[in-house]
């Protein structure tokens, strides 16, 4: 087991969970809108949708493994193309941080729960991203490709668990910083293509 490698995919996750998206965008408008208690039910549901996600992979690739290495091959070529073309549109994105909490409904902590799942179970970007993002992190030669996947997928919802709930516990505080520092949508929007780029080159080497 390769520790290093693990590492690197915890920090790489940590990275991207930090990254103002979608995701971590509606945790936050959740939370200040509805409590924190809402907004810790939004995460909860994204993370159990990455579950799904991460069930795909792991069998999908795991077969491909073991029945062609060049088309393993293809895959990752796939892979490292993604993540420069998401560079890309990164890139090419505004830096400044829209947080919008107009029109914003009140509702049920299960509610958000389940928005939270199915926004991340029908958004095929998921599985794409953990296509190109975890094959390159397979970190032993002795336990196999499934049970890998699997513990990767679970680093990477613990993980990102942990900095969305963050998000959620302090979404009030961090709202206001972000409206008083719009400075800080540019540093993040430069380490989100930093780290694309890298983890691309990473697969390809």
Known sequence: MDIEILLSFILA?????????????????????????????????????????????????????KENENLFFVIKL???????????????????IMISTT???????FQLFK???????LNPKVTIFFLAFFPRFLFSEEMS????????????????????????FLGGTLSEYIKKHQNVGLYLKWIQIIVFVAIAV???I
């Open 103 to 109: 029109n914003v409904e009140k509702t049920t902590a």
């Open 78 to 96: 796939f892979g490292a193309s993604y993540l420069l073309y998401l560079a890309f549109q990164i890139f090419k994105s505004k830096a400044e």
């Open 115 to 121: 928005t939270g799942f199915w926004m991340n179970v």
């Open 202 to 204: 990473f697969i390809l």
């Open 13 to 65: 996750t940590a990275v991207l969970a930090c990254s103002p998206g979608p995701d971590n965008i509606f945790v936050l408008t959740q939370s200040i809108v509805n409590g924190k208690k809402h907004g810790f039910a939004t995460v909860l549901g994204l993370m159990t949708g990455c579950i799904i996600h991460t069930t795909l992979v792991a069998f999908g690739v795991s077969a491909i493994l």
């Open 145 to 168: 490709s499934v049970l890998q996947f699997y513990v990767l997928g679970g680093l990477f919802i613990l993980t990102s668990f942990t900095i969305f709930s963050s998000i959620a």
